[in-house]
């Protein structure tokens, strides 16, 4: 069997292609969605969960919630998305490429990446420093 037709070689998540979310109760919408799926598919003892979000003019952001707060990784390739996520969430720009967010500044967050956002991927074993939480 070849690994296109061999189950056990397909990756558990595959990317889905993102549709703009324009207001806040199209945000709310896709987290209860997008919790509802990660419930679902993502295993109780599996850490580094969250979502990648492939930007469209390049470049991958690596997001994980709790209930206290946002945790972003921001790829070097995407670090020019700083200056969107300093003005849709009063964040500062840390040192490095994890930035950790209150958690009422997600709707905000979204709204401001949503334009830019070619895909969304769950994704487990993801590092998100000394700052990640089991889940999303």
């Known amino acids: 069997m070849t690994p296109d037709t061999n189950d056990t070689e397909r990756p ?24 509802r799926t990660m419930q679902e598919l993502v295993k109780p003892q599996e850490t580094g969960v969250g979502v990648r979000f492939r930007l ?49 500044k997600l709707v905000q967050l979204l709204l401001g990446l949503s334009t830019l956002v070619e895909s969304s991927l769950i994704v487990t074993g993801h590092n998100f420093g000394r700052h990640g939480r089991r889940q999303f």
Request: aromatic share 8%.
């Open 56 to 104: 469209a003019p390049g470049g991958d952001v690596y997001m994980q919630t709790a209930a206290d707060a946002v945790i972003l990784d921001v790829e070097p390739d995407a670090s020019w998305i700083a200056p969107l996520i300093m003005a849709a969430t009063g964040a500062e720009q840390p040192a490095g490429s994890i930035w950790v967010l209150p958690d009422d």
């Open 12 to 35: 558990r998540f595959r990317p889905v292609p993102w549709t703009s979310l324009e207001t806040p109760q199209d945000v709310e919408l896709w987290i209860e969605e997008h919790n």
